[in-house]
């Protein structure tokens, strides 16, 4: 029976990295995936990490399953932080938390969710978004839209074309919001976007999905949620998915969250006892460890204010690189974009849209051993002092090349 099953296509983004491991070539760079390098190249275990995973190591007693929808003190803090303490949100227990396998997770379950308890809602994405995103929520069966967002003539958001086409969604339509960090392209609405943003989807009578991945790696954990506060401000039903991935550096623990808030607690209970449902029938019950290590670090005040030290730095880092990048290609004489490459740094998070082809990504691998999303998205995360000359010159090399 197995003789007709064909070869799946890789995946556009973790396909990379397969690809990348195979390269013999010692020279190679790696910046496809969006996860976090060091000055050294390497993806090291944060501190508070280690440190809670130490705690946890003496004084865990079972590995005994967690409930459906994890562990509720996790569920607290992920609410903390995605809302504020004593936020109206929270006190009034309009807000349901479950614990699942990474943001991707999160995704899933609020998919198998929509397409269960929501019949015909279409989902919304921004035009482009994260490479998984429509396949996520077309697996789960419901129907993915497009809206319009970025704008590669000025490297930045088309916001008029964006509201315009959030006025043609229908009433219980979901639209999926970056909360930060923009995956693919890193640009984010200004606050007095947000408010106008998060106000059509209400007038529309859509619900927000909020995807929000990349929490504190643009200006830091708060100033990154002012975005999602808007929304909740202006919605009163709204769906989050959240990650640890890479603000705790947890990528292979997958730890993530679903969150819905409804109207009031009694509707909360509702949707939650649905949410259980579905996550039963998906995987039963989440992983317990790396839940365990948040909530850990986060129940200690001296552990997260280290972990909030270590994400700085992180960001930190990140935005350095992007300040080199620049330089870099300046002094190169390549221009990304026709007005120079000052977007680069107007870019927030993880990730840069460079405005490469798909050829010139195409080259970059084949030629130079140098791994990019098709899209042209850069894993900024992903430059070091030790590889940004070799980079830029063979984005120099393949843009000469184009022109
Ligand atoms: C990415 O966009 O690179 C990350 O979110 C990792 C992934 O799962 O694609």
Not at 77 to 101: C, D, N, Y
Not at 121 to 147: C, Q, R
Not at 176 to 203: K, R, S
Not at 327 to 347: C, H, M, T, W, Y
């Amino acid at each position: 029976m197995f003789d007709k099953i064909e070869m799946a296509p890789a995946d556009p983004i973790l396909g990379l990295s397969e690809a990348f491991k195979a390269d013999p070539n010692p020279e190679k760079i790696n910046l496809g995936v969006g996860v976090y390098k060091d000055a050294n190249g390497a993806t090291p275990i944060l501190a508070c990490v280690k440190a809670a995973e130490e705690r946890l190591a003496k004084e865990e007693t079972t590995k005994g399953y967690l409930p459906i929808d994890g562990d509720g003190r996790y569920g607290a803090h992920v609410q903390k932080l995605l809302f504020g303490e004593g936020s109206e949100i929270i006190l009034s227990g309009r807000a349901a938390t479950s614990h699942t396998p990474g943001g991707t997770g999160a995704l899933r379950v609020a998919g198998d969710f929509i397409k269960a308890n929501l019949p015909g809602a279409k989902l919304w994405v921004s035009d482009p978004t994260w490479a998984n995103h429509a396949a996520v929520f077309g697996a789960a069966g419901v129907e993915v839209k497009k809206y319009a967002y970025y704008d590669a003539a000025s490297s930045g958001l088309n916001f008029e074309g964006m509201i315009e086409s959030l006025k043609t969604i229908d009433a219980g339509d979901v639209v999926l919001l970056h909360g930060c960090c923009h995956n693919p392209t890193g640009v984010d609405p200004t606050l007095q976007q947000w408010t106008q943003i998060a106000a059509v989807v209400a007038e529309q009578g859509g619900i927000p999905l909020v995807d929000f991945a990349y929490q504190g790696f643009a200006e830091g954990v708060l100033e990154d949620s002012v975005g999602l506060h808007e929304v909740a401000n202006a919605n009163k039903e709204l769906i989050v998915c959240s990650s640890f991935s890479k603000n705790f550096g947890l990528y292979n623990e997958r730890v993530g969250a679903l969150t819905i808030v409804a109207k009031d607690a009694d509707e909360a209970k509702k949707v939650q006892s649905q949410v259980k449902v579905t996550i039963r029938r998906n995987y039963s019950n989440p992983p317990c460890h790396g839940g365990a290590i948040v909530r850990t670090v986060l129940d200690d005040e001296g552990l997260s204010k280290q972990w909030l030290d270590e994400l700085a730095a992180m960001r930190d880092r990140i935005n350095g690189m992007r300040t080199s990048l620049t330089r870099e290609l300046d002094s190169r004489g390549v221009k990304l974009n026709p007005a120079g490459n000052g977007f680069i740094a107007g870019q927030r998070g993880m990730f840069s849209f460079s405005g490469l082809t798909k050829e010139q990504v195409g080259v970059l691998k084949a030629e130079h051993s140098i791994y990019i999303v098709g899209s042209g998205r850069i894993n900024v995360a992903g430059i070091t002092e030790n590889n940004i000359a070799r980079l830029c010159d063979a984005i120099a090399a393949v843009t000469q090349a184009a022109v």
